[in-house]
């Protein structure tokens, strides 16, 4: 491999939002939710993202319940003033009560959450900070308020939210200037296409697409988490990645698969090219996540945002999405999806 990395370009996350590479690094998954990690090779992927100019690092305070937090602070502490450092709260969990879970949005709580967060991350400020999950039964002026509330004090820098349907997101924006919206968005979950998508690009709002390579199924490397991956990995709750649904979705792969041998590219590069160019039909700045732990697919994943895929191709792959046979979580009811009706 050529040892010299040319750095990606960089894009305003947001109307006055930080500057940070058009991809971003999703952290989620080198200590948490998709089975046994090695530390080492994580760590080395990790500080590939700075050299490759992936500036916005993606966590949360649930992922290992705050253990990918604490996994990313010595990282942080190296890189402090070359990332953008994204975190969330929102969703609750216990480390002594593996049942409990519960979604929080009140002022309380949020206030909590960011100092549990600070510290864990070892920072003073935390550059974008998210609401995970919309509990609807705590009124937006107050969430977002108790979020505004923190900028002023200069715990956070930026406002974020995750799951929010476009009428959320609008509200939200009347409160305080939200830089970015984090939801799955990928040639397999286009649900975010039919109202939020529009309101972020009229809005002047980044869009951050999650799980961009649909979790790792449309790179063709495991066709069905029940048999492919480990027992601990969270994809094996997942209607869409298992049984049935897992051979009829690798089916819908091939249009992929095509472009990938006849341009010489990987299957995982078609699948992030085709969210890039997406946003574009939107109008919208994106700066898509992907997740790994192996430093050469970091590298790999930063070298799509110099593909551009033809009309023929986007033609290709247009119908996937409306065939994917199974929802994205078991349980949809937190999903934006799911309130946008
Ligand atoms: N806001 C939310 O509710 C929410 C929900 C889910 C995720 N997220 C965020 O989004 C980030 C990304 O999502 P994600 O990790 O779920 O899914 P993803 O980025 O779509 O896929 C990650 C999977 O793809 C594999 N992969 C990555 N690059 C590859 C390549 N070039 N070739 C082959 N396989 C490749 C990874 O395996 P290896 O590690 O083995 O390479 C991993 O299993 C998370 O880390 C998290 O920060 C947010």
Redesign the pocket.
């Known amino acids: 491999m050529n040892n010299v990395i040319e750095p990606i370009r960089s894009v305003e996350l947001g109307t006055a939002g930080p500057l940070v590479g058009v991809q971003g690094f999703?952290?989620?998954?080198i200590s948490a939710a998709?089975g046994p990690t090695d530390a080492a090779a994580a760590r080395a992927t990790l500080d590939a993202t700075v050299e490759a100019g992936v500036t916005l690092i993606?966590?949360?305070d649930m992922y290992g319940v705050g253990a990918n937090e604490e996994f990313l602070a010595p990282f942080v502490a190296a890189h402090r003033d070359e990332i953008t450092l994204a975190t969330?709260f929102g969703i609750e969990y216990r480390a002594d009560d593996p049942n409990y879970r519960a979604i929080r949005n009140d002022r309380a709580y949020i206030r909590k959450a960011v100092e549990a967060s600070l510290r864990r991350l070892q920072v003073e400020v935390i550059d974008l900070y998210y609401m995970?999950r919309r509990d609807p039964a705590i009124p937006l002026s107050e969430s977002v308020g108790a979020m505004a509330e923190l900028v002023r004090e200069g715990k956070v820098r930026h406002l974020g939210l995750?799951?929010v349907t476009g009428a959320e997101l609008r509200e939200a924006h009347d409160v305080h200037p939200i830089a970015a919206v984090?939801t799955?968005w990928?040639l397999f979950s286009r649900d975010v296409e039919r109202h939020v998508v529009g309101v972020a690009a009229e809005l002047g709002v980044a869009f951050v697409p999650?799980?961009?390579?649909?979790?790792?199924f449309l790179?063709g490397?495991f066709t069905d988490a029940g048999k492919d991956l480990s027992n601990s990995d969270f994809r094996q709750l997942l209607p869409r990645f298992t049984g049935d649904n897992a051979e009829a979705n690798a089916a819908l792969l091939a249009p992929l698969h095509k472009i990938a041998a006849d341009r010489g590219a990987?299957t995982?590069q078609i699948a992030l090219a085709w969210v890039q160019q997406r946003a574009q039909v939107h109008g919208l700045a994106v700066v898509p996540?992907?997740?790994?732990?192996?430093r050469s697919?970091l590298l790999?994943?930063a070298a799509v945002t110099r593909i551009t895929l033809t009309t023929e191709e986007l033609a290709l792959l247009e119908p996937i999405a409306s065939r994917v046979a199974g929802d994205r979580y078991a349980d949809m009811s937190l999903t934006s999806a799911a309130r946008e009706g």
């Open positions: 999703g952290a989620m998954g998709y993606d966590t949360a969330k995970h995750s799951e984090q799955e990928s999650y799980s961009p390579l649909g979790r790792g790179t490397t990987t995982a996540i992907p997740g790994t732990r192996k697919r790999e994943n």
